[in-house]
Nanobody
Framework: QVQLVESGGGLVQAGGSLRLSCAASGRTFSRYAMGWFRQAPGKEREFVAV????????YYADSVKGRFFISRDNAKNTVSLQMNSLKPEDTAVYYC??????????????WGQGTQVTVSS
């Protein structure tokens, strides 16, 4: 069992940066790939980024590639998402998830409650 709690969301102007964090409970954190997803109002939840168990491999959605960077610290049971050059279309609730190294929602077993990111134009 893994419990996930996101933090770091907020309101930022276009072009700005935010850093999201996700703290995981339990001793099995390093057994899971960690992903970030987002869901905008009226839209389906979509993949953003994933990092492998060791942190050595990452994969990003095309819409965030080169702007967002995912990392993890297995000693601290945390995963982070550094978001740069933010755009209004990045506005969404952001969720972290634990599971397989996948861009599919179905690949993840555990989800956080989400944190709101709002980018103003």
């Amino acid at each position: 069992q893994v419990q996930l709690v996101e933090s770091g969301g907020g309101l930022v102007q276009a072009g700005g940066s935010l850093r999201l964090s996700c703290a995981a409970s339990g001793r099995t954190f390093s057994r899971y790939a960690m992903g970030w997803f987002r869901q905008a109002p009226g839209k389906e939840r979509e993949f953003v980024a994933v990092v492998s168990l060791s942190g050595g491999s990452t994969y990003y959605a095309d819409s965030v590639k080169g702007r967002f960077f995912i990392s993890r610290d297995n000693a601290k049971n945390t995963v982070s998402l550094q978001m740069n050059s933010l755009k209004p279309e990045d506005t969404a609730v952001y969720y972290c998830a634990a599971g397989a190294f996948s861009y599919s929602l179905g690949g993840y077993n555990y989800w956080g409650q989400g944190t709101q990111v709002t980018v103003s134009s």
